[in-house]
């Protein structure tokens, strides 16, 4: 479970997934149950979690758990890739985006759109804001420096 809480996923071609809570003659525990609703479709969560059944990383992809699948050896140079991108793009962006669909989750739509439009001024302030803005009138790649 702990893998599918992170903001992007790659899973190696060879893995394996068990929700393995019932084969225990357990109920889900550990914030599963916050967790997993929000992350799997509710049929497919019951079908991992009353059913029990090993899935391999193409269903998980095929479901959508998983944004990559990658050969056994090339896991880690996926991720890398993945974090890479992340790392040279506008971060403050980046955070206030994963922030503000975090907390559309418990919240309703007018809270949702007011956190929007606190974070879109805040981030009109920003250099990596006018380096977009920039890079898209210039016709050229931005260059992000985080701020």
């Not at 809480?5 to 916050?34: I, K």
């Not at 992809?61 to 056994?72: H, I, M, Q, T």
């Not at 989750?105 to 380096?131: N, Y």
């Amino acid at each position: 479970m702990l893998a599918l809480l992170a903001d992007l996923v790659v899973a190696d071609s060879e893995a394996r997934w068990t929700h393995v809570f019932l084969r225990r003659g357990m109920v889900p525990h550990a914030g599963d149950t916050y967790f997993m609703p929000r992350i799997v479709p509710f049929h497919r969560l019951n079908e991992l979690s009353m059913l029990g059944d090993t899935v391999d990383s193409a269903k998980l992809y095929e479901w959508g758990l998983v944004n990559r699948v990658a050969a056994a050896d090339g896991a880690l140079d996926a991720a890398m890739e993945l974090a890479q991108r992340l790392a040279t793009g506008p971060t403050r962006s980046l955070g206030m985006t994963k922030r503000l669909y975090r907390q559309s989750l418990s919240s309703d739509m007018e809270a949702a759109f007011d956190a929007e439009r606190a974070a879109t001024a805040l981030i009109s302030t920003t250099a990596d804001r006018t380096e977009g803005v920039a890079a898209f009138f210039d016709n050229r790649p931005p260059v992000y420096i985080g701020n």
